[in-house]
């Protein structure tokens, strides 16, 4: 059986009464990282237009999809204020890169000096901790790095599986930092390396 969990208040109750359902089968429980993280203390946006200041506050819990973030964002600039529906909320799905743009007007965004700065969203957006801006288009930094291996997925799969499996020396199951290192060193680092993927 698949539960999909979304999240929010009911969201416990209903895996509860799901679980005690099948209460003496095996259990596999599958659970994912979220890609984006908004709490009570990471949730505000800081944005000024034309010497005006506002304050967006995204709505918190995880995020796990990137149209559910570029939603819940939107929503909290547009409940700032009503001409925030003109700025485009968008996240390149690659890098996972985070972009805020506008054709209508230039804004900053003050992740520095904003009233809000203390509980700031500008890591679980990949900006950093300074004032950005005017401008009509803002980007954070790539959360996440395109290695380029050229691997399709039933051959990263197996990569996964054999390969991962001969360079885990205290076979946990996680590839710690030397352990990776020490898989880098050997396939991929050099022009002999690269040919070999």
Do not use: C, W
Not at 17 to 22: A, D, G
Not at 97 to 118: A, C, E, H, N, T
Request: no cysteine; glycine share 6%.
């Amino acid at each position: 059986m698949e539960i999909p969990f979304k999240g929010g208040k009911k969201a416990l109750n209903r895996l509860h009464r799901e679980m005690l359902k099948v209460h003496d089968d095996p259990l596999n429980m599958v659970y994912y990282e979220p890609m984006f993280i908004f709490s009570p203390f990471s949730n505000a946006i800081d944005v000024e237009v034309e010497g005006e200041r506002f304050v967006a506050e995204v709505e918190v819990g995880a995020v796990n999809e990137f149209e559910t973030f570029e939603r819940r964002v939107s929503e909290a600039l547009i409940k700032a204020h009503k001409s925030f529906k003109y700025v485009k909320v968008e996240v390149e799905r690659l890098n996972t890169q985070v972009s805020l743009s506008s054709d209508i007007f230039p804004f900053k965004l003050l992740f520095y000096s904003g009233r809000s700065f203390q509980r700031s969203a500008r890591y679980a957006m990949g900006f950093s901790n300074e004032d950005y801006g005017p401008s009509y288009v803002h980007k954070g930094a790539a959360m996440q790095a395109n290695i380029n291996l050229h691997v399709d997925e039933r051959s990263l799969n197996l990569l996964i599986d054999e390969l991962f499996g001969q360079f885990d020396a205290d076979g946990s199951g996680e590839f710690e930092f030397e352990e990776f290192r020490n898989f880098y060193l050997q396939l991929l680092d050099g022009e002999e390396a690269q040919q070999k993927v």
